[in-house]
């Protein structure tokens, strides 16, 4: 099977070129592991106290798929202005150490690749040869992610736009199929709109769509309170 050819047809949104680097010792070697270190920082941080990846974590645990933070995360140096990627190969997620510099941001990167993640261990997911499948992972991970809050947020005050939510999710999936696929904008958007009711309506593990952190609160205590209340039956 020819992988150079693979790998220019899928592109490295989804799946970052992943090519160990050799540096050059010194100053820039010496910033790189600062860099290193503080994605690590950021990354324990997140799956500590975001709700959002605490819920995905604990989902993931419950689907027999535990994600362990050294196995199953990775903080590397990305091309362009890549936040990160889930690698089905190796069931591992990219966190672009190069482009992540705030909190705020590196859990909704944390949460969208785990939205990822979680879809790849509770369906088999067929990333490669089904554009579907694709589509439907990147509309879950854009609508509970809150990838689309901030701007909902600035739309609703400032525009009153009922609709935004539901074309940010549209656009967003759209961008991350078109970054990782070779094919036409119609192309793209026509498989985006036949799975998006059904893909836009399942809020897995999430059981409503998070709009705010103080949503993700609530749903992750739900979330628990169920596994307790199996736990006792
Ligand atoms: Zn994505």
Same mark, same amino acid.
């Given at each position: 099977m020819d992988q150079t050819k693979q790998e220019g047809e899928y592109g490295?949104? *989804? &799946?970052?070129?992943?090519q160990a680097r050799k540096y050059k010792k010194g100053s820039i070697a010496e910033s790189l592991f600062t860099f290193n270190h503080k994605c690590q920082v950021m990354l324990q941080f997140a799956m500590e106290t975001s709700p959002y990846a605490k819920l995905l974590l604990s989902a993931m645990t419950s689907s027999g798929c535990k994600a362990l933070r050294d196995r199953h995360f990775s903080c590397e140096d990305c091309d362009g202005t890549v936040s990160g990627g889930f690698d089905a190969a190796s069931s591992q997620i990219v966190l672009c150490q190069n482009n992540i510099h705030q909190q705020s941001h590196m859990n909704r990167v944390v949460t969208h690749e785990l939205i990822h993640a979680f879809d790849h261990c509770r369906a088999h997911v067929d990333w490669f040869n089904n554009l579907r499948h694709l589509a439907c992972s990147e509309i879950r991970a854009a609508n509970l992610s809150g990838d689309c809050s901030f701007s909902n947020e600035v739309a609703r005050l400032? &525009? /009153? *736009?009922?609709?935004h939510h539901q074309e940010c999710v549209r656009g967003r999936a759209l961008r991350s199929i078109l970054a990782v696929r070779k094919i036409s904008r119609e192309e793209a958007e026509k498989i985006v709109n036949e799975v998006f009711d059904t893909c836009f309506n399942d809020?897995? #593990?999430? /059981?409503?769509? #998070?709009?705010s952190k103080k949503d993700a609160k609530f749903a992750y205590r739900d979330y628990e309170n169920r596994d307790r209340y199996y736990a006792n039956l």
């Amino acid at each position: 099977m020819d992988q150079t050819k693979q790998e220019g047809e899928y592109g490295y949104d *989804l &799946f970052p070129e992943r090519q160990a680097r050799k540096y050059k010792k010194g100053s820039i070697a010496e910033s790189l592991f600062t860099f290193n270190h503080k994605c690590q920082v950021m990354l324990q941080f997140a799956m500590e106290t975001s709700p959002y990846a605490k819920l995905l974590l604990s989902a993931m645990t419950s689907s027999g798929c535990k994600a362990l933070r050294d196995r199953h995360f990775s903080c590397e140096d990305c091309d362009g202005t890549v936040s990160g990627g889930f690698d089905a190969a190796s069931s591992q997620i990219v966190l672009c150490q190069n482009n992540i510099h705030q909190q705020s941001h590196m859990n909704r990167v944390v949460t969208h690749e785990l939205i990822h993640a979680f879809d790849h261990c509770r369906a088999h997911v067929d990333w490669f040869n089904n554009l579907r499948h694709l589509a439907c992972s990147e509309i879950r991970a854009a609508n509970l992610s809150g990838d689309c809050s901030f701007s909902n947020e600035v739309a609703r005050l400032n &525009f /009153g *736009l009922k609709q935004h939510h539901q074309e940010c999710v549209r656009g967003r999936a759209l961008r991350s199929i078109l970054a990782v696929r070779k094919i036409s904008r119609e192309e793209a958007e026509k498989i985006v709109n036949e799975v998006f009711d059904t893909c836009f309506n399942d809020h897995a #593990p999430f /059981g409503r769509i #998070p709009h705010s952190k103080k949503d993700a609160k609530f749903a992750y205590r739900d979330y628990e309170n169920r596994d307790r209340y199996y736990a006792n039956l």
